[in-house]
């Protein structure tokens, strides 16, 4: 736990009662004892047995001497699952601070990783998709910090873990529902021997640190190559693009963003792409036109590309 950078810290534990987070919980028992970690479980009430099942959990953190709580949450009618995840992260975001946790950690593991992995393979993702599940992040809808210490263990080392304990996990009947995507690739995974995927995890992990160092220069980008410029409509940026791809599609999305626009980095792409050629590109409702500019100081002709807000059309 302490590869994290949490040493000291105290930390906060999501553990729904499944094999997964319950290993969690007993890994970090024994790593840094009772006093140093605090768990929570949601109650999100979908199932008759969710009650309970969050009593077994308290019943495990008694007998540990850990801190434990229980969040009831509402889940709003809808999409059940999505609805269900963003109150869980914000009961979860509110919690771990309450209980002055320095972060707040979950127990994804390498199989879910290969899964994420395979379907954002599968979907044509680029970089930051295929960086699949982050090591850290922020907590959806809340802003501390999440951590998943358990990315490089798989689901049989976790198991074994609560089996030696004598600790028999719930099961959420939803993990093998095939009407969900994931259901299915982890049963396509489970049925072959020749993918690895504490391999697969690993190759995520490789993504994140390349996505990271991607972020890292598109936030140098941004501060060194654009600058405010007005037009006539008083808006505007001007965009000294010197860089590789993937860093100025990066910079692009966020200058479109500062204009109150919203592109995908596919579109961002071709923009990219047509303004390299020299050609105008027409993005969320953003015009951007290519130029060459000779930098008074130094003499050197740069490629400079002006974003400005597009006109709006004229009524037919
Ligand atoms: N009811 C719950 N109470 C506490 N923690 C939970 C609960 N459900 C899930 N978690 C935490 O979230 C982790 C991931 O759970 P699961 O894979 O079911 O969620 P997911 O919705 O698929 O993932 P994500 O939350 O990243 O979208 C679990 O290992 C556990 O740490």
Not at 74 to 79: H, L
Not at 135 to 154: D, K, N, V, Y
Not at 163 to 170: C, F, H, L, Y
Request: aromatic share 6%; net charge negative; glycine share 8%.
């Amino acid at each position: 736990m302490d590869r994290f950078g949490f040493a000291d810290t105290r930390l906060g534990l999501a553990v729904s009662g499944g094999p997964d987070s319950l290993a969690l919980l007993l890994l970090a028992h024994a790593a840094c004892g009772s006093e140093r970690i605090a768990a929570a479980t949601v109650d999100h009430a979908l199932r008759a047995e969710s009650a309970a099942e969050a009593e077994f959990v308290a019943e495990i953190c008694r007998r540990l001497g850990v801190d434990h709580a229980i969040l009831k949450v509402k889940v709003e009618p809808g999409n059940v699952q999505a609805e269900a995840r963003t109150a869980r992260y914000l009961a979860l975001g509110q919690w771990h601070d309450d209980a002055r946790a320095a972060v707040l950690m979950t127990a994804h593991h390498a199989d879910d990783q290969a899964e994420t992995i395979l379907m954002r393979l599968n979907r044509g993702s680029g970089v930051p998709g295929l960086a699949a599940i982050r090591s850290t992040a922020e907590i959806p809808g809340w802003g501390g910090t999440l951590a998943r210490p358990l990315l490089r263990w798989s689901k049989r080392e976790l198991e074994s873990v609560v089996s030696s304990a004598q600790i028999e996990p719930v099961r959420d009947p939803s993990n093998s529902d095939e009407q969900f995507d994931r259901a299915r690739v982890r049963r396509f995974l489970s049925d072959q021997d020749w993918l690895d995927t504490q391999a697969l995890a690993a190759s995520a992990e490789h993504i994140e640190d390349a996505w990271r160092a991607i972020e890292w220069f598109a936030a140098e980008d941004w501060e060194t190559h654009v600058v405010p410029d007005s037009d006539e409509t008083g808006r505007g940026f001007r965009y000294y693009a010197n860089v590789p791809r993937a860093i100025a599609i990066e910079t692009i999305c966020r200058v479109i963003g500062e204009l109150g626009g919203d592109a995908a980095r596919g579109d961002a792409g071709r923009a990219f792409d047509r303004l390299w050629r020299g050609d105008n590109a027409s993005l969320a409702g953003v015009l951007i036109v290519p130029g060459i500019e000779q930098i008074a100081q130094t003499g050197v002709t740069m490629r400079v590309w002006r974003f400005s807000p597009e006109p709006p059309r004229a009524a037919q």
